[in-house]
């Protein structure tokens, strides 16, 4: 069984530029995250999509932060713009309904 | 606030013995929890699950819950130095495909 898949792994920009994350989930598993993991702290979740609709975003800085699910498999996160304090590692996970598999994640640096 | 609370260590055991990690949550109604290995530069891996009080064993991984005193523990036997990692808590609050909220994760460090 194939695992999460993202990319890119790694991404540098500077500050005020825009980027964007891809995630392709476990297939056949509805549930699909977006979490951030600063150096040193556990992964923050930014949101969480149930097929194609939004479960939870309460904590996405939507000033700035968008995603999407479009026909309830793949997702993409965006940042625009993007600030020093973005720098993290970007990390999409799925479940069917356990414990939630991540994928390797996109380490992202903002200058 | 959801919290869920973890001494970030690290923890160093000497090779072959148990490692003992602890994990508290704020919310008495949690229902799943579960434990990570994150290995540095990597991305979490589910290792164990729980569920109900007690244990449960897995291989030399065990995995305690008390819900009445809101802690679960993670017990690692023959620590081996490919254990060193940082271990993170995670808990569910409601049934279903509710958020997993992650502690801090503990840093475990065994030395050969």
């Known amino acids: 069984e194939a695992g999460v898949a993202q990319s890119p792994r790694y991404k540098i920009i500077e500050k005020r530029q825009s980027v964007a994350f891809w995630c392709n989930p476990i297939?056949?598993?509805?549930?699909l995250y977006w979490y951030q993991q600063i150096l040193g702290q556990g992964p923050k979740l930014l949101i969480q999509?149930?097929?194609?609709?939004?479960?939870?975003d309460s904590q996405l800085p939507k000033d700035r932060f968008s995603a999407e699910r479009l026909k309830g498999v793949d997702s993409t996160l965006k940042i625009q713009p993007a600030k020093l304090e973005d720098s993290a590692v970007y990390l999409c996970?799925?479940?069917?309904?356990?414990?939630?598999?991540f994928g390797p994640g996109t380490r992202l640096t903002v200058l | 606030q959801k919290e869920v609370e973890q001494n970030s260590g690290p923890l160093s055991v000497p090779e072959g013995a148990i490692a003992s990690l602890n994990c508290t949550y704020s919310?008495?109604?949690?229902?799943?929890f579960f434990w990570y290995r994150q290995y540095s530069g990597k991305s979490p891996e589910l290792i164990m699950s729980?569920?109900?009080?007690g244990d449960k064993e897995d291989g030399r991984f065990t995995a305690q819950l008390n819900k009445a005193s809101q802690y679960v523990s993670l017990l690692i036997r023959d620590s081996q130095p490919s254990d060193s990692a940082t271990y993170l808590c995670?808990?569910?609050?409601?049934?279903?495909?509710?958020?997993?909220?992650f502690g801090k994760g503990t840093r475990l460090s065994v030395i050969a």
């Open positions: 996970a799925s479940s069917s309904g356990q414990g939630g598999y």
């Open positions: 999509f149930q097929n194609n609709g939004v479960v939870d």
């Open positions: 729980i569920y109900s009080n």
């Open positions: 919310d008495r109604v949690s229902q799943s």
């Open positions: 297939s056949g598993h509805a549930t």
């Open positions: 995670a808990v569910r609050w409601n049934s279903g495909n509710t958020p997993l909220v």
